[in-house]
Every structure is written in structure tokens, then in C-alpha cells.
């Protein structure tokens, strides 16, 4: 069993920036594909970001690329994503996850693990 617990999400003005945390347990963190979804309200949850166990390549969803970076600190156990130029559309729950059978990057479907979510609103 993988336990995951984000943190870092917050209230910010849009233009501002945000690092989400993404702390995983278990010694078999490095061999996990990683990943970052995101739920706004009313709207189904979505795919934001992923990254493979070894640190690249890494993957974004369109509206992100250029503004978030996705990145792993295997020695920490911890994934993070680094979010710049926050607009409103951003605001969502983020949702942190992990595939620990390589089975792929996008899907909500490959990931087996998931954690809580941390809030980010990001205010006009």
C-alpha cells in the first residue's frame, strides 16, 4: 500500500505561483510513475501532469504546458509541481498519484494510488 499527502496548495492572485508537494511512503517510490490531476468544481477530474519513475520524460496537459513543471526528488520520496502564471481557471482540488506498474502517463485509469487533494484558488 502506496499512501501519498499533498500539500503546498493555498489562495494566490492570478500572475502568482504556487509549488505543490506530493510526499510518498514506501521504499519503492523511484520505480513509480507519478502523476498530477486536478478536479474544479463541477467539472470532472483531469489529467495535469506526469512524470516517469526515472525523471523523464515528462508530460502536461496543453492548458499548463509553459507554466507548470513537474519534477521528482526520488531521495525525498516526493514529487512536486511547480505552478507559474496562475490564472483562475486553474482553481481546482490537485490530486497526486501513482502508477506503479508503468502502464502509462494520462489516463486516471493507470494510476493505482491516490492522495486526498490540496486546494488552490487562484483569484482574478
Known amino acids: 500500500q502506496v499512501q501519498l499527502v499533498e500539500s503546498g496548495g493555498g489562495l494566490v492572485q492570478a500572475g502568482g505561483s504556487l509549488r505543490l508537494s506530493c510526499a510518498a511512503s514506501g521504499r519503492a517510490f523511484s520505480s513509480y510513475n507519478m502523476g498530477w490531476f486536478r478536479q474544479a468544481p463541477g467539472k470532472e477530474r483531469e489529467f495535469v501532469a506526469a512524470i516517469r519513475w526515472s525523471g523523464n520524460p515528462t508530460y502536461y496537459t496543453d492548458s499548463v504546458k509553459g507554466r507548470f513543471t513537474i519534477s521528482r526528488d526520488n531521495a525525498k520520496n516526493t514529487v512536486y509541481l511547480q505552478m507559474n502564471s496562475l490564472k483562475p481557471e486553474d482553481t481546482a482540488v490537485y490530486y497526486c498519484?501513482?502508477?506503479?506498474?508503468?502502464?502509462?502517463?494520462?489516463?486516471?485509469?493507470?494510476?493505482?494510488?491516490w492522495g486526498r487533494g490540496t486546494q488552490v484558488t487562484v483569484s482574478s
Open positions: 498519484a501513482a502508477d506503479p506498474r508503468g502502464r502509462g502517463y494520462v489516463g486516471q485509469d493507470e494510476y493505482d494510488y
